[in-house]
Structures are given as structure tokens and as C-alpha cells.
């Protein structure tokens, strides 16, 4: 099984309202990541969590707050967003977070900020 | 840095036809997967290689993996409207690091 699952599909939000996007994997993945991608670009790293603690951190905005409450588990918190943060939102896991490579990616929640 | 240059963006064959997208580097990687992503979808992987010189076949598709770890090419022979999507290369930095560098896609239609 090599599922990535991502709740919800589509997300619509106001600039004020607060949202979370949920990501869920069971292949004992313990490397997860969030991607951001934007029509007819390909995937931006946002976030990388290696054994449950954020390691990389792309210099994403505090807008968006990661959590990965345990290790099948990867939150997004969304607070206060633009609509130039509208886009496909994607999660991905690995196997082994000293090697990125496989990476395993969700369907994405389609958001979009008004 | 490091990039991926992936040619062509687009690319628009008959069904039947051949076709070649190729991702070339000046940077060694320590591996390198093929992506395919479909409208609204998250990118399925197709294929990792590993091993300079390396040949991969998934069906009709064709990987190959340069002999100097920089480069790679997805061949596709007879190609059906099945395999439209965009196609995404990404290489793992052979440092370890926890990135995937990627490779700006290439569209690819398949016109019956």
C-alpha cells in the first residue's frame, strides 16, 4: 500500500478565516512533507518533518503552521492567508528521511483564498 | 544550486508516435524518479534510478539514467491518450540532503 491520503479535497477560506489541511500515510513512512504547487509549475518544498520534528522549513511565510502530532499524522494550519496562496497543497512521505528520494504524494487539497 | 532542465515543456504527438523528455543536470544525483501528474491530482511515482547507466522499463515507457549521474531521458514508444500528463524529473541530492530537486514538467498531450 503506497497511499497518501489528504483531507479535503477543496478548500475555500476567506482572508480571515483559520482552516487546517490534514495529510494521513500507514506505510511507516517517517519522513513527511508539504507542497505547494501552482498551475503548470511543479511541486515547491514548504515543510519537511523527519521522525515527527520539523527539519526543514523553507522560509514559508507564519501564515501557514505545520504539526505532526505523530508519526502517520501531518497538519497544516492556515490563518490569515492571500489569495496568492491559492493552489494545489500536496503531502508527501518517504521511507527514510536521510533519503529524500520516493517520495509518495497525496491527491492534494485544491485551495483556493477569497 | 542545483537544477533540473527538463525539454521539452510541450509536447503534442499523435497517438501511435514516439516520443523522448529529457532532464539534464550539471549536478550528480544520487537518484533520480519520474513523476507523472494528472489535472487536480498529486504526481504518481513512475520510476527511480539509481545506478549510472541504469535502464528501466515500466510497459512502454523507458528509463534511462546517465552514466555520469546527471542526466536521465523517459522514452515512450507508441504513445496512447493514456499517457497524456505532465511529466515531473526530480533528482535527490547525493549530499543527503532531505530535498528533491524538480524539474519544470512537461506537458505532454496525446491526440487520438
Known amino acids: 500500500d503506497t497511499e497518501v491520503t489528504q483531507t479535503p479535497k477543496h478548500l475555500v477560506m476567506g482572508m480571515t478565516n483559520k482552516k487546517s489541511l490534514k495529510c494521513e500515510q500507514h506505510m511507516g513512512h517517517r519522513a513527511m512533507y508539504w507542497y505547494k504547487q501552482k498551475a503548470k509549475k511543479p511541486p515547491e518544498l514548504m515543510f519537511v518533518y523527519s521522525y515527527e520534528k520539523l527539519s526543514i522549513n523553507e522560509s514559508v511565510p507564519s501564515r501557514f503552521s505545520p504539526e505532526c502530532p505523530n508519526s502517520s499524522l501531518l497538519n497544516l494550519h492556515l490563518h490569515a492567508l492571500q489569495p496568492e496562496d491559492s493552489a494545489l497543497y500536496l503531502c508527501?512521505?518517504?521511507?527514510?528521511?536521510?533519503?529524500?528520494?520516493?517520495?509518495?504524494f497525496g491527491p492534494g487539497t485544491r485551495l483556493t483564498v477569497t | 544550486t542545483q537544477l533540473l532542465e527538463q525539454s521539452p515543456q510541450f509536447l503534442s504527438i499523435q497517438e501511435g508516435e514516439n516520443l523522448t523528455v529529457y532532464c539534464n543536470s550539471s549536478?550528480?544525483?544520487?537518484?533520480l524518479q519520474w513523476y507523472r501528474q494528472e489535472p487536480g491530482e498529486g504526481p504518481v511515482l513512475l520510476v527511480t534510478v539509481v545506478t549510472g547507466g541504469e535502464v528501466k522499463k515500466l510497459k512502454r515507457l523507458t528509463f534511462q539514467f546517465g552514466d555520469a549521474r546527471k542526466d536521465s531521458s523517459l522514452h515512450i514508444t507508441a504513445a496512447q491518450p493514456g499517457d497524456t500528463g505532465l511529466y515531473l524529473c526530480?533528482?535527490?541530492?547525493?549530499?543527503?540532503?532531505?530535498?528533491?530537486?524538480f524539474g519544470q514538467g512537461t506537458r505532454l498531450t496525446i491526440n487520438p
Open positions: 508527501a512521505s518517504s521511507l527514510d528521511p536521510g533519503q529524500s528520494y520516493e517520495q509518495y
Open positions: 526530480a533528482g535527490a541530492d547525493e549530499g543527503g540532503a532531505q530535498k528533491l530537486v
Open positions: 549536478s550528480v544525483f544520487s537518484s
